[in-house]
Every structure is written in C-alpha cells, then in structure tokens.
C-alpha cells in the first residue's frame, strides 16, 4: 500500500486561480514528519514545509498555505493566486522516525501547470 | 541558508569510464547525506544514506560496488560511478541535512548520459 498518496497526476489551470494539491499519508508512527517539497523544471528540489505530526496549525506563507488534518491523514497544499511561475511538479514525503528511520517516502507527484 | 551545491550539473560519458559526482552543503555541516535516482517522470528513489566518516548505507537492489559513495567531511559527499553504462543514464540528485532527523535540502542534481 502507498504510504503517501498524490492522487493528481497532473493539473491545469489559468494564471490567478487557486489551486489545491492533495495529499493522503499512511503511517503507524505517533510522530512523524511530512513535507512538500517543489520540482521545477529545472531540476533541483525546492523544500516548501515541514510540519511535524504534533503540529495541526495549519501555515501560510505568502501565496502558499498548508491544511494539516490528521483526522484523515491529509497535508493538502493551496496555492493562492497561481502564477506562471508556480508551474512544477510538487512532492509530498513523509519522514518517520520507527517505520522508516527518518527516511524521506515520497509521493508520486502532482504537476502543475498554470497557463497564462 | 541551507544551500546544497552539486558538480557537474552535466555529463557526458562513453560506457566503460567512471563518473565522479561531489555534492557540497555550502552554509550547515551534514552529518547525513543522501544518494537519489529519479527517472523521467517519476519520484525520487533513494539510493543510499551516508554518513560522516562511515560506510553508506545502500537501498536493496542497489549495486554497492557500481555505486561508490564516499562522506568524507561534514560538507562533502561524493558517489562514483563506476564502469557507467547507458542503462545508468539518468537525473542523480543529492541531499544534506544536518543530522538523520533533520530536513533534507536538495542540491540542483547531475544529468548523466552515458554513450
């Protein structure tokens, strides 16, 4: 079974909208850590968050807000006023410290694209 | 801060030869580094975990003596690959975090085409 679940392969939309990326964990761990991480085009991966599982805040910084709910095992991402720039593919990973030993699991990936 | 460096970002290689690829935390000491493998289209999949002074540590199905990783100071990681083949063509992407517990940051990774 997948430990973390990117169900959107890929997603369009036009330059301004908001956008959601989901993501749905799996995990026996109390704690543990997830984060997104983006992949333009370029290449190099971009860490965006970590949150730990402790911490159900969700965050927002500047266009980029996170939505942590651990009631269904979910860390979606929300892109706020979508730039052409945004356009990557977005990881989500899950750390855990017992299950894994720290070691980053990956999901498959959204790619998003935002035309202008 | 946390800037990951990696050199070459290229390379072109007849099959045979050995390609050396450096991955440098510029601004944090990394006691972990990691080793990745992506394959067009697809997500990361670990290659081996090293860390400082001591042996990697390799994923199943991954050829330690094909893949050289050597973590000799807190900023330096190198993977080796030796006798490279086209089948080993690929995107190789490192990371560094200052300990195993700590975020990963990745650096910019290495096409590999190997002739």
């Known amino acids: 079974a997948q430990k973390v679940t990117q169900a959107q392969t890929e997603i369009s939309v036009v330059e301004k909208e908001d956008v959601t990326l989901d993501c749905v964990y799996e995990?026996?761990?109390?704690?543990?850590?997830l984060f997104w991480y983006k992949q333009p085009p370029s290449g190099e991966l971009v860490f965006l968050i970590r949150?730990?599982?402790?911490d159900e805040q969700n965050e927002i910084s500047g266009r980029y807000s996170w939505n942590f709910q651990k009631s269904t095992s979910s860390f979606n991402f929300t892109i706020t006023a979508s730039q052409v720039v945004d356009s990557a593919v977005y990881f989500c990973?899950?750390?855990?410290?017992?299950?894994?030993?720290?070691?980053?699991?990956w999901g498959a990936g959204t790619k998003l694209i935002i035309k202008p | 801060g946390a800037v990951v460096s990696q050199h070459p970002s290229w390379v072109i290689c007849k099959s045979g030869t050995s390609v050396k690829i450096e991955c440098r935390s510029l601004?944090?000491?990394?006691?972990?580094m990691f080793w990745y493998r992506q394959f067009p289209k697809q997500s990361l999949m670990l290659m081996a975990t090293?860390?400082?002074?001591?042996?990697?540590?390799?994923e199943q199905g991954v050829e330690k003596d094909k893949f050289l990783i050597n973590h000799a100071s807190l900023t330096l990681s190198t993977l080796t690959v030796t006798s490279a083949h086209p089948e080993d063509s690929s995107f190789y992407i490192c990371?560094?975090?200052?300990?195993?517990?700590?975020?990963?940051?990745f650096g910019p990774g290495t096409r590999l085409l190997v002739l």
């Open positions: 949150r730990n599982s402790f």
């Open positions: 601004d944090f000491q990394a006691t972990t």
């Open positions: 990371s560094a975090a200052e300990t195993l517990q700590e975020t990963q940051y």
């Open positions: 995990t026996r761990d109390t704690t543990y850590y």
């Open positions: 990973a899950l750390s855990e410290p017992f299950e894994s030993n720290y070691q980053l699991i």
């Open positions: 090293s860390n400082e002074g001591s042996k990697a540590t390799y």
